[in-house]
């Protein structure tokens, strides 16, 4: 059965190749359906590339399975040799009745419905909440890690995302000295870790494994040539006429690390207690690396001092170079935190829910559409025009033909719209188009036109009730008002009428 498996393999890379094409054609808009579809394909390639190793092991044929198999098939009774491995099959089935057979075509291929889309996927609890889907760094924790560090600065989170990758004294760094501590090399071999495994969660397709030999191999060459920013090999620097280093900022003190932009504070501070203490420190940490150094030389290795300012020094090479690589990220993740600070608990929460609604609903929205491109397909039959049912289907010709649906009513009112069957035409004089046709006429009472459907008559028939209106209205200024002995109060007619007859 080795030619069987050499099959399966050839089919299963070759549904991997269209799988990958599939989902390249496609560009999703919702950066989580991308990242769902890039560490999709990163899991198709290692497949492949498992897979063509076991291909390749095949052909090499070290044992001479496949040879034999082969000129078995070939040399020998074709129907023999099938009855045989036919029985092989049927007793592996009988010994594993409830073997599940593995179905590539659907197991490779794009989630498009809207139930897929929405199960949890490993991009889900790949990112955290702060990360938002690989938009924003979360380095809260290094961020704690650097404030519990001795003599650290205190700094926030916002000018932590601009310090870092900034391991200068003056600026987020410790000194020197400071910095050849476990707690130290602790801190920054996680920031190097949290930084990688970001740029791993957010670009899958590349190699970074080749971008972090690049990183090292330019390191090893700063760190051979003496090049590496704050990690010199304590050769003497340019000094001032003090006999200590000048910078561009005023004197610089080596002991204490700190600089000096008067010289009378600085002549004061070399008399201070914490000079003193610093400076001799200094020179005994000097001599024990010298005394390292000597002993050392004849192995050709370095002191142990060295060897340890080199790993904490490869540590923040990295981070740098990472943090350059990833600019993008972090400028994004200081808007964003500045943006989160001014934001409520509430608004935090609603924010996430429609990040990842979104994409559920964009789903949604494609499966509408491939089911309309669908109905296009499924079209159906319907050359007498009848009507459809609730269930889309048309509706049965002998209840058209009962409900009398094939007899049109046309109404001039609502401009020569026609209304099939009588129940439709019925119902129509109570519906917003019969009403606003009406009004554009300038008639108000509605109810009245019922059965009027021509525009000459509804004109007619509201000038007549508007001269009927006219007429019987009687203005209440017009009316005369007599009044008789009693002090009742009539009109004028009446009580002539009464006096005539002889009643007042």
């Known amino acids: 059965m080795l030619l069987e498996e050499q099959r ?56 001479g399975t496949r040879s034999r198999e082969i000129q078995q098939i070939g040399a020998g009774d074709p129907m023999e040799e099938f009855h045989k491995q036919l029985a092989e099959i049927r007793s592996f089935h009988a010994r594993y009745p409830n073997e599940p057979v593995e179905n590539l075509e659907r197991a490779y291929r794009p989630k498009k419905s809207a139930d897929e889309a929405a199960q949890p996927s490993i991009v889900d609890v790949m990112f955290t909440g702060e990360e938002g889907f690989g938009r924003f760094f979360d380095i809260q924790t290094c961020h704690a890690q650097y ?86 090999n304590e050769d003497p620097a340019p000094t001032t006429g003090a006999g200590n280093p000048a910078t561009s900022d005023g004197i610089w003190c080596e002991a204490c690390e700190k600089a000096f932009t008067n010289e009378n504070v600085y002549k004061g501070h070399l008399n201070g207690k914490k000079h003193i203490r610093a400076e001799s420190e200094r020179k005994k940490r000097e001599q024990e690396k010298s005394a390292g150094f000597t002993k050392d030389a004849n192995k050709g290795a370095p002191s142990p001092a060295r060897s340890k300012e080199r790993a904490i020094a490869e540590r923040e090479y990295r981070v740098k170079r990472l943090a350059g690589a990833m600019s993008t990220e972090r400028s994004d993740t200081r808007v964003n935190v500045e943006r989160k600070q001014l934001m409520t608990e509430r608004e935090r ?27 296009d397909d499924d079209r159906i039959y319907n050359p007498l025009k009848l009507p459809l049912a609730w269930d889309g289907k048309p509706i049965p010709f002998w209840l058209y033909k009962l409900h009398g649906l094939g007899v049109e009513f046309a109404c001039e009112i609502c ?38 459907i021509h525009i000459d008559e509804a004109l007619r028939l509201w000038e007549k009730i508007q001269k009927d209106r006219r007429k019987d209205k009687v203005e209440d200024g017009s009316v005369v008002q007599m009044e008789d002995a009693e002090g009742n109060v009539m009109p004028e007619k009446v009580y002539y009428d009464l006096q005539k007859q002889g009643l007042l």
């Open 8 to 63: 399966f393999l050839h089919e299963d890379v070759e549904r991997l190749e269209q799988a990958i094409a599939d989902r390249i054609g496609e560009e999703p808009k919702q950066i989580r359906d991308r990242l769902i579809r890039d560490h999709q394909i990163a899991q198709f390639l290692d497949r492949i590339s498992s897979q063509s190793a076991k291909l390749l092991e095949i052909y090499r044929d070290a044992e």
């Open 415 to 452: 401009g020569n719209f026609v209304y099939m069957g009588r129940r439709a035409f019925d119902k129509h004089f109570n519906e917003a188009r019969h009403i606003h046709g009406l009004k554009c006429l300038g008639i108000t009472n509605t109810s009245l036109f019922r059965d009027i």
């Open 147 to 232: 404030l519990n560090l001795p003599n650290a600065k205190r700094l926030s989170y916002l000018q932590y995302l601009d310090l870092f990758d900034n391991f200068a004294p003056g600026a987020g760094g410790l000194k020197r000295s400071e910095k050849l501590t476990d707690q130290y090399f602790a801190y920054v071999g996680h920031l190097a870790l949290a930084l990688e495994t970001f740029m791993r969660k957010t670009r899958p397709l590349e190699n970074i494994d080749k971008v972090l030999s690049e990183f090292d191999k330019k390191f090893e060459e700063d760190w051979e040539n003496d090049k590496v920013p704050e990690w010199s």
């Open 349 to 375: 929460q609603q924010e996430l829910e429609n990040l990842f609604s979104a994409s559920v609903s964009a789903a949604q929205a494609a499966e509408r559409e491939e089911g309309e491109e669908g109905d």
